[in-house]
């Protein structure tokens, strides 16, 4: 896609200026000419919000209650019975026993973050959306997974960064095997989604070693991706760690979205030679929030049809 940028936008101007006869001297065209190049930087138009899109969906709440179809249930897998550790569970509206579904796994962005335009990520399992808006609450299991710590001796869900990593990814293997032969989830179609602190998760998290890695079928990633910043507080965001991590991909798809560019994930990524199978799709808004598939947007309706790409193959 081209675009024109202000300073040809302003040239032109200063050009048709001239071309129709103004008696500008050498001076009092350039400087008209830096008043244009202002002016146009000035009035290069702010993305728009979220909010300026009506939403058609609206994500369940979590409650404890008894699996059933439409129903997203608090449960804990065995083996962490007694902590304070925990996730959710969606079974799609058309559910029925001994029917297969494939899979959404999602995990929630740093809690404790809200921007100047509303855009609020409370880090909890609860608070995850971007898997029922890509699925519309049908057709899928969707699973919303915590990252696991420990304080003073206790195991909860830990609302911002990974926790312990080896217990969080325990705790993945664990319920993904739980929910696929409790519920019908099909092994072979599961599918990593995260937003912002679970977008970096999905590479982190999901390709961290050979035991994790070849669990997922494809991923999506919105607002971030490994390796993009060397600065995110953690052990092993250096970008020789991710490239380690992201070697283990191998041939698998990711769907990557980001609020306004995704050019930074994508000159990270094709600076690796990894040749991966990366969709890349910028979304033409300024929220860091994964509320735009809660909306008919042509982002979500790419991303169902990735997806259904996906599962096809």
């Known amino acids: 896609m081209s675009r024109v940028s202000p300073c040809r936008v302003a040239a032109f101007g200063a050009t048709r200026a001239l071309r129709a006869g103004r008696r ?169 989604c995260g937003f912002s602190r679970g977008a970096i998760a999905a ?17 999506i990633c919105h607002s971030h991706y490994d390796g993009v910043s060397e600065r995110w507080p953690y052990a092993g965001a250096d970008r020789a760690s991710a490239l380690v991590r992201l070697r283990r991909l191998g041939s698998r798809p990711q769907f990557i979205s980001h609020e306004g560019s995704t050019a930074a994930t994508e000159g990270w990524l094709r600076g690796t030679g990894v040749p991966g199978r990366w969709t890349f799709v910028p979304l033409p808004f300024r929220n860091h929030s994964p509320d735009w598939t809660l909306r008919d947007l042509p982002a979500r309706r790419a991303v169902r049809t990735w997806l259904a790409t996906v599962l096809a193959e």
């Open 203 to 219: 590479n982190f998290i999901g390709l961290h070693d050979d035991t994790i890695a070849p669990i997922w079928r494809a991923f």
């Open 24 to 192: 500008w001297t050498v001076v009092a065209g350039l400087i008209g000419f830096v008043g244009l190049l202002a002016a146009a930087e000035v009035k290069t138009p702010a993305l728009p919000d979220l909010s300026t899109v009506p939403a058609d969906l609206t994500v369940p709440e979590a409650r404890t209650e008894t699996p059933a179809p439409g129903v997203r249930s608090v449960q804990t897998t065995s083996g962490w019975e007694g902590t304070e550790v925990h996730h959710t569970l969606y079974l799609p509206r058309d559910w029925r026993p001994g029917r297969r579904f494939p899979v959404i796994v999602e995990y929630a962005g740093n809690g404790g973050y809200r921007n100047a335009y509303g855009d609020v990520s409370e880090g909890t399992v609860e608070g995850c959306r971007l898997g029922f808006g890509i699925t519309g609450g049908e057709g899928f299991l969707w699973v919303c997974l915590p990252f696991v710590e420990e304080v003073e001796g206790r195991k909860r869900n830990a609302i911002k960064w990974w926790g312990s990593v080896e217990e969080t990814k325990r705790y993945c293997l664990a319920t993904v095997r739980d929910v696929c032969a409790r519920f019908g989830g099909d092994e072979r179609a599961v599918i990593f």
